[in-house]
């Protein structure tokens, strides 16, 4: 910590901003915040230090939004998240950083690509979206989302391209995500702690960005009350493709 510059604090504060306002305003919007602390310190690292942030915005986003949340969803996604957690901590103890992050971005265009035809072929026929009750479609986004978040806390994208698909309002979209991602992000603690990512220094780092999150996830919360659906769906995927973009570079 002593050896960051005063650029790097500035750079680090901003994503933990960004992480605020992810978790209450913009889901999909964290997969910058994860480019922004990737870019200003070792891989390991960064995802050590962001996980500590992302459970403190989670907790905001539950104060919030706990009373929204889709159960029935939570639930059936739930074996297929262990599975990739699994996957994901297994792989983040041998591969390198850089073909993962490729992997991961190339992924998340994928669920992009899958989401927004699947979208147009409902408009066209007038149907509703069966994704939220599919199990194929569950055990599909909720292994990848395991497996993306345990690697480089990258679910974000993956998990609101399925609540998306699935049509979700903005509070219960939000309520859902929250429980979602505060569950995950405490179980991946042990294995984070166990991999040697999550550290002392980590966690002395986390302590001076809260107050960053802390501000931004009120934030968030006064600008969700007032946005429109059409505009809180292009903000999703918008910040889903600059996420993927970013971390295919």
Same mark, same amino acid.
Request: charged content about 10%.
């Given at each position: +910590?002593?050896?960051? *510059?005063?650029? @790097?604090?500035?750079?680090?504060?901003i994503?933990a901003?960004?992480?605020?306002?992810?978790k *209450?305003a913009?889901?999909?919007g964290?997969?910058?915040a994860?480019a922004?602390?990737?870019?200003?310190l070792? =891989?390991r690292e960064s *995802?050590?230090?962001?996980l &500590?942030?992302?459970?403190v915005?989670d907790m905001f986003?539950l104060?919030?939004?706990?009373?929204?949340a889709?159960?029935? &969803?939570?639930?059936?996604?739930?074996?297929?998240?262990? &599975?990739g957690l699994a996957?994901?901590?297994a792989?983040?103890?041998?591969a390198?950083?850089?073909w993962?992050?490729r992997?991961?971005?190339v992924?998340l265009?994928?669920?992009?690509?899958?989401?927004?035809?699947?979208r147009r072929?409902?408009?066209?026929?007038?149907?509703e979206?069966?994704?939220?009750?599919? =199990?194929?479609?569950?055990?599909?986004?909720?292994?990848?989302?395991?497996?993306? $978040?345990? @690697?480089?806390?990258?679910a974000?994208?993956? +998990?609101?391209?399925?609540f998306?698909a699935?049509?979700?309002?903005?509070?219960a979209?939000l309520?859902?995500s929250?429980?979602?991602?505060a569950?995950?992000n405490?179980?991946?603690l042990?294995?984070? #702690?166990?991999l040697? #990512?999550?550290?002392?220094?980590s966690l002395?780092?986390?302590?001076l960005? @809260?107050?960053? &999150?802390?501000?931004?996830?009120? @934030?968030?919360?006064?600008? =969700?009350?007032?946005?429109?659906?059409?505009?809180?769906?292009?903000?999703v995927?918008a910040? $889903?493709?600059?996420?993927?973009?970013?971390?295919?570079?």
């Amino acid at each position: +910590m002593a050896g960051l *510059t005063p650029l @790097v604090w500035t750079v680090l504060a901003i994503g933990a901003l960004v992480v605020g306002l992810s978790k *209450t305003a913009v889901p999909g919007g964290g997969t910058v915040a994860v480019a922004l602390f990737a870019a200003v310190l070792p =891989a390991r690292e960064s *995802t050590g230090a962001l996980l &500590v942030l992302l459970i403190v915005g989670d907790m905001f986003a539950l104060l919030s939004y706990r009373r929204h949340a889709d159960w029935s &969803v939570i639930a059936r996604m739930a074996p297929a998240v262990v &599975v990739g957690l699994a996957a994901g901590w297994a792989f983040l103890a041998i591969a390198d950083d850089a073909w993962v992050r490729r992997l991961i971005a190339v992924l998340l265009l994928l669920v992009v690509a899958v989401t927004l035809w699947r979208r147009r072929q409902q408009a066209r026929s007038g149907a509703e979206p069966a994704v939220g009750s599919g =199990a194929v479609a569950a055990w599909s986004y909720g292994s990848l989302g395991g497996f993306t $978040t345990m @690697v480089a806390n990258a679910a974000g994208p993956v +998990m609101s391209m399925y609540f998306l698909a699935a049509r979700f309002p903005v509070k219960a979209f939000l309520g859902t995500s929250a429980w979602f991602f505060a569950l995950v992000n405490v179980a991946k603690l042990p294995f984070s #702690i166990g991999l040697g #990512i999550v550290t002392p220094s980590s966690l002395l780092m986390d302590l001076l960005l @809260v107050p960053a &999150v802390v501000v931004g996830a009120l @934030v968030g919360r006064r600008l =969700a009350g007032r946005m429109d659906q059409v505009l809180f769906d292009r903000l999703v995927i918008a910040l $889903t493709i600059a996420g993927a973009l970013y971390l295919l570079l």
